[in-house]
């Protein structure tokens, strides 16, 4: 049996569809930061401010990758 959440291997599926939809990177480093993979959070968080700078999603994904990075957990509610 795979270690990894099914949620996330769904969630991965639609980046490889989709890589340059920060929304999707957003939630796919939340579900990595709930598991406890701290480090696939922050990598997914940086994809998602890359692949969109200037998207209100991509300044979130900037924004929480800044958050982790100081210590912060992701937020439960969004």
């Known amino acids: 049996m795979s270690s990894t959440p099914p949620r996330t291997n769904g969630r991965r599926k639609a980046l490889v569809l989709g890589p340059n939809v920060p929304q999707a990177w957003y939630e796919m480093g939340r579900t990595y ?13 940086k994809s998602g401010s890359e692949s969109d700078k200037f998207s209100p999603w991509g300044k979130r994904c900037a924004e929480m990758l800044l958050v982790v990075e100081h210590g912060g957990e992701p937020p439960r509610n969004g």
């Open 33 to 45: 930061g709930f598991a406890g993979r701290r480090g696939n959070a922050q990598r997914a968080w």
